[in-house]
């Protein structure tokens, strides 16, 4: 599933909380990603989870997962920006 999943799936059945998506959603405005670039750090978040024979993507596996990038998002910084 998780090469061929869509965000919509990822929002219905990839294991990922509502506040997860929300994080991404809100990540993707400041940011300004793609949904295709979303959708690769939910896949990515939920390799890293599988990886760690986690059922469902924790907040670790996602913040991981936004890391690996061309420009990499600092935790610290990012979520006092969204508060």
Not at 14 to 19: H, N
Request: aromatic share 6%; with cysteine.
């Amino acid at each position: 599933m998780n090469a061929t999943a869509s965000l919509n799936t990822f929002k219905e059945v990839g294991g990922v909380s509502k506040q997860q998506i929300q994080l991404i959603e809100r990540c993707s405005q400041k940011q300004l990603w793609s949904n295709r670039v979303q959708v690769k750090f939910l896949r990515l978040a939920r390799t890293i989870a599988d990886l760690n024979k986690e059922v469902i993507v924790t907040e670790e596996a996602l913040w991981e997962a936004m890391t690996y990038q061309r420009k990499p998002l600092n935790k610290a910084l990012v979520q006092k920006r969204l508060l």
